[in-house]
């Protein structure tokens, strides 16, 4: 699907999911830079639920594991067919 000769679907999606994993990583590196100044079962909860939300369907990851940045959605993601 094509907007106009400059944005396809696939290209605003693509886009739209780089956005999402800088904000993730952002997140990621604000929530992790308090550490030493929080009890560590207040981090752990915070670690928990960002981990939770970010590995929903194990697609940066899954529960427990370190989370993995990908910068390009899997291929199911951007197949219009």
Known sequence: ????????????IQQAWVAIVEV?????????????????YIQDRIDHGF????C??????EDGAPIEWHFLPPLYFLNFD
């Open 24 to 40: 993730g990583m952002a997140t990621w590196k604000a929530i992790n830079s308090f550490w030493p100044t929080r009890e560590p």
């Open 1 to 12: 699907m094509h907007f106009d000769s400059h944005y396809s679907s696939r290209n605003i």
């Open 51 to 54: 981990k939770v939300e970010w």
């Open 56 to 61: 929903l369907l194990n697609i940066f990851g």
